[in-house]
């Protein structure tokens, strides 16, 4: 790995670097008529491009894809959402409890209301 002014290019980063430069020698070699440079930018895309293909299969079918990170940081997220779920979850919970239990306490005092009134009147409830 090396240490870049972008961040940290690996074996496969310089790989792709190479091969792309490679490719700009084929398109200038061939756009100007020499068939040596396009030949040799082709050449060196066959013999970069291939180590380059390997090396990418070989990073994401052992090492994850070098996403190690990011697969961490999306775990993180999901863990994140559904703790925050859970939360809202709870919260409401506590609202139709206290919503039950207000409406409850206001069925026993119009109850109580009543009964008085009803009282005061003479009657029975």
Known sequence: MMKT???????TGILALMTLGCV???VVGASSGSTEAAGFGITGIFLLGIPL???LWV????????Y?????LRDAKIRERRAL???EQDAQQMVNDAVAQAQVTAQRAVAEAHQRVASEQGKWV
């Open 59 to 66: 990073k994401s079918r052992f090492g994850g894809g070098g």
């Open 68 to 72: 190690g990170r990011s697969n961490d």
């Open 85 to 87: 779920h859970a939360a």
């Open 24 to 26: 700009g020698i084929a």
């Open 5 to 11: 002014p972008f961040g940290t290019l690996t074996f």
């Open 53 to 55: 293909g390997i090396a």
